[in-house]
C-alpha cells in the first residue's frame, strides 16, 4: 500500500498482559515515530527511529514500553504488564528523512486494557 | 507550558464560512510547521507544511506562519460539511527528533 500501515486497528488486553503493536512505514522512508494520542489530547512524542537505530527514546514513558525497528523498515512497539492508563491510540508515522521533510501518520492501534 | 498551544474549540460554523483555526508556540527554534486534519477514530492526515514564516496556499486551505509573534493560523475558506473534523497544529526544530503538537480544535461546519 502506499501509506503508513498498523495493525492490528483495535486491541482490547487485560491488566498486566504483553502486546505487539506494527507498523509498516512507507516504502523508501528511513524516519519513523510512534506517538501516543489519548482522548481529547493531541498526539504525544513516544521515540524516533533513523534506519534500524532509535535515535531518541526520551518520550517513552517507562521501562515497560519498548520499540524495534530491526531491518529500518516495519516497527514494533511492545508494551509489557499493562496497565489502564496505557489505554490510547497509538499511531505510527514516517518521514522520508529528518530534515525538511513532512511526517505521514497511520490510522493507529487503538489500544484497551481492561 | 507546553511547548504548542491551542484552543480546543469545540468551533461550530455555517456552511460557506471562512474558519479561523489558531496555535501559539514558544519554542524560537520551531522552523516547520504544519496543520493535519483527524476524523473520529482515524489517524491524522496532513494537510499543510510550511517552512519559517509567511503564507502557503492549497485550494481553499492558507497557511499561516508569524515568527516574531509565534503564531500558526489556518483558515478554511467556503467551509463544507465535509470539513467537519480535529484540526492539529504542529511545529518542530529544523534537527529536532520530534513534532510537537497541540490539542487539537474540533471544527464543526453546519449545511
Known amino acids: 500500500g502506499a501509506g503508513v500501515s498498523q495493525t492490528p486497528s483495535n486491541k482490547v488486553t487485560e491488566k498486566g498482559k504483553y502486546v505487539e503493536l506494527r507498523c509498516d512505514p512507507i516504502?523508501?522512508?528511513?524516519?519513523l515515530y510512534w506517538y501516543r494520542q489519548s482522548l481529547g489530547q493531541g498526539p504525544e512524542f513516544l521515540i524516533y527511529?533513523?534506519?534500524?537505530?532509535?535515535?531518541?527514546d526520551s518520550g517513552l514513558p517507562n521501562d515497560r514500553f519498548f520499540a524495534v525497528r530491526p531491518e529500518g523498515s516495519v516497527s514494533t512497539l511492545k508494551i509489557q504488564r499493562t496497565e489502564r492508563g496505557d489505554s490510547a491510540v497509538y499511531l505510527c508515522?514516517?518521514?522520508?528523512?529528518?530534515?525538511?521533510?513532512?511526517?505521514?501518520f497511520g490510522q493507529g492501534t487503538r489500544l484497551t486494557v481492561v | 507550558q507546553k511547548e504548542v498551544e491551542q484552543d480546543p474549540g469545540p468551533l461550530s460554523v455555517p456552511e460557506g464560512a471562512i474558519v479561523s483555526l489558531n496555535c501559539t508556540y514558544s519554542?524560537?527554534?520551531?522552523?516547520?510547521f504544519m496543520w493535519y486534519r483527524q476524523y473520529s477514530r482515524k489517524g491524522p492526515e496532513l494537510l499543510m507544511y510550511?517552512?519559517?514564516?509567511g503564507n502557503k496556499e492549497d485550494g481553499r486551505f492558507t497557511a499561516q506562519v508569524d515568527k516574531s509573534s509565534k503564531y500558526i493560523s489556518l483558515f478554511i475558506r467556503d467551509s463544507q460539511p465535509s470539513d467537519s473534523a480535529t484540526y492539529l497544529c504542529?511545529?518542530?526544530?529544523?534537527?529536532?527528533?520530534?513534532?510537537?503538537f497541540g490539542t487539537g480544535t474540533s471544527l464543526t461546519v453546519i449545511p
Open positions: 504542529a511545529s518542530k526544530e529544523p534537527s529536532g527528533n520530534q513534532f510537537y
Open positions: 508515522a514516517s518521514s522520508l528523512g529528518l530534515v525538511n521533510t513532512e511526517a505521514f
Open positions: 510550511t517552512y519559517s514564516s
Open positions: 527511529f533513523q534506519g534500524t537505530g532509535a535515535a531518541d
Open positions: 516504502s523508501g522512508h528511513t524516519a
Open positions: 519554542n524560537s527554534a520551531f522552523q516547520y
